[in-house]
């Protein structure tokens, strides 16, 4: 049996490019990864953000973000003229209706200036995982062009847990899960197939949500005072096999962990998720994808300086001085077992909870803003490339069409 490749990649949004844009900074920071000896590049959702900024409550689960476009006069700038490239599937057609003509020409430019920064990628041997939020907007295109699908008698949050002891209230509608059962969840798998044209692999948002999900009554403000529903289960990963082929998925199971839910991801095979900078531990599971940080969590180094340093020192293993402290953290996280690791670019730099992306459940409008201030750098190329290769993380090549 040939054993499974052990690889490393980093997590940044394109809104955290200098330019935030798909414009010469994303390329250049893919040849920044294969100078790294990277094999993965993770992003947020590409879909429109809401008046906050997240995209995690879109007007739709399809459509690209204008914002993200290459500029006018620059080298990976397109026009959109034509219909060559334009996106297939029924919601582009729903997604005009909704948004006005002038949306059809956006999304052609969106498809093909993201599928050529995705050969491109995948040319250098780069892959690229995208990120699909579990539910979407009130207001969405989505909810309005499918009322059926959605039980608008509750709205989605989440249970008081050890992170979040008084829990969490999100306002999206929940899903008539028996109603996308009946049809063979067949909005679901276009929205996947959707993703996965744009990506190479998928993390599914809220994975607990698909076991059971956590449901206020409309009136309802207090998030403790929720009840749970039951998720749609094995019965949707299976139509996601049989419709994919496989599962080529990371599911988020972060928050408040029942049996029900651990059950889940082992029947379906799926490595979940641990995250140095959320845990009180270091136990964390060998099959699962071990992150230094979210999009939603502290940065590793304002998790090491409040809690870690003092907690868990035996993490920095094999530091000589202080200053060498954090460059051994995060060795020792990639020596780990697990198959893939993921960097967030803020820990690559050592960046303390300023430089934090998002900080849940606040709408003080610094959320969804860090970005690099300027290109990261060979030197930090080349140190990032040594410790994966210490680490037998090593880029295999250019991936397969």
């Known amino acids: 049996m040939v054993a499974p490749a052990r690889e490393s990649g980093v997590l940044l949004h394109i809104t955290s490019l200098p330019s935030g844009r798909l414009d010469e900074d994303a390329y250049r920071f893919v040849d920044w990864l294969v100078a790294a000896g990277q094999s993965w590049w993770q992003v947020l959702p590409l879909h429109i953000p809401d008046r906050h900024g997240s995209p995690y409550a ?13 500029p006018r006069g620059t080298r990976f700038y397109d026009s959109g003229e034509g219909n060559d490239g334009e996106p297939e599937g029924e919601w582009l057609e729903e997604w005009v209706r909704f948004a006005g003509e002038p949306e059809r020409r956006v999304q052609i430019r969106f498809q093909r200036e993201w599928l050529s920064l995705k050969r491109y990628a995948n040319d250098c041997g780069i892959r690229l995982i995208g990120d699909i939020p579990l539910y979407v907007a009130g207001d969405s295109c989505d909810a309005v062009t499918h009322p059926d699908l959605f039980d608008r008698s509750f709205v989605a949050g989440a ?18 899960w028996p109603t996308h059962a009946a049809d063979g969840f067949s909005w679901w798998l276009e929205r996947l197939e959707r993703e996965l044209e744009l990506c190479d692999r998928l993390r599914i948002d809220h994975f607990r949500g698909l076991a059971q999900f956590w449901q206020l009554a409309l009136d309802e403000p207090d ?32 928050g408040l962990i029942t049996p029900d839910v651990i059950a889940l991801r082992e029947e379906i095979g799926v490595p979940g998720m641990n995250v140095v900078a959320r845990v009180a531990d270091i136990d964390w599971r060998t099959d699962s994808v071990l992150y230094t ?32 402290e954090y460059r051994a953290l995060l060795q020792n996280i990639l020596a780990v077992e697990n198959e893939l690791v993921i ?37 930090q190329a080349r140190m990032l490339s040594g410790w994966v290769a210490l680490a037998g993380r090593e880029r295999l090549g250019p991936v397969e069409a």
């Open 58 to 70: 879109s007007r739709s689960a399809f459509a690209g973000h204008e914002g993200l476009l290459a």
């Open 159 to 176: 249970a008081p847990s050890p992170n979040h002891p008084e829990g969490q209230r999100w306002g999206m509608p929940v899903f008539d």
């Open 223 to 254: 998030p403790v005072n929720g009840s749970w529903g039951t998720g749609p289960g094995e019965a949707f990963f299976e139509a996601i096999r049989n419709r994919f082929g496989g599962l080529p998925l990371i599911v988020e199971d972060l």
């Open 293 to 324: 940080s979210t999009h939603d969590s502290e940065t590793l180094a304002g998790w090491w300086e409040r809690w870690g340093r003092e907690n868990q020192p035996q993490l920095a293993a094999g530091a000589t001085s202080t200053d060498g």
């Open 343 to 379: 960097i967030a670019a803020q820990d690559l730099l050592g960046l303390g909870n300023e430089a934090r992306m998002n900080r849940p459940g606040t709408v003080n409008g610094g959320n969804w803003k860090w970005k690099l201030e300027q290109p990261l750098t060979g030197a």
